[in-house]
């Protein structure tokens, strides 16, 4: 019932910027915690950014004063402002979201995944 769908990645050289986002779509009705983690290659999947229905947000240490997430509730979407990027920050970024949808009459919670984008940060 809900998709995500995100959007931004590529090449970057370090130093440089990169902004991912990711929108949701389907019977929404409501979208609590949005995310936003990555996985390098050999490493586990970590958390790198959050940010609350209310706008509280929480970073990762290593990422604290380079990148930004922010999220547009009209339109579903959450967005990671990547700056002086590193070699180091290389990984598939992936966005996740706490929804609640509509089913049959009711409304269920679930959590989702986008597809994960592909983020380089090399020379």
């Known amino acids: 019932q809900v998709q995500l769908v995100e959007s931004g990645g590529g090449l970057v050289q370090p130093g440089g910027s990169l902004r991912l986002s990711c929108a949701a779509s389907?019977?929404?009705?409501?979208?609590?915690?949005m995310g936003w983690y990555r996985q390098a290659p050999g490493k586990q999947r970590e958390l790198v950014a959050r940010?609350?229905?209310?706008?509280?947000?929480n970073y990762v240490d290593s990422v604290k004063g380079r990148f930004t997430i922010s999220r547009d509730n009209a339109k579903n979407t959450v967005y990671l402002q990547m700056d002086s990027l590193k070699p180091g920050d290389t990984a598939v970024y992936y966005c996740?979201?706490?929804?609640?949808?509509?089913?049959?009459?009711?409304?269920?919670?679930?959590?989702?995944w986008g597809q994960g984008t592909q983020v380089t940060v090399s020379s």
């Open positions: 940010i609350s229905s209310g706008g509280s947000t």
């Open positions: 389907g019977s929404i009705f409501r979208i609590d915690m």
């Open positions: 996740n979201m706490d929804v609640g949808y509509i089913t049959s009459g009711s409304i269920r919670w679930s959590d989702y």
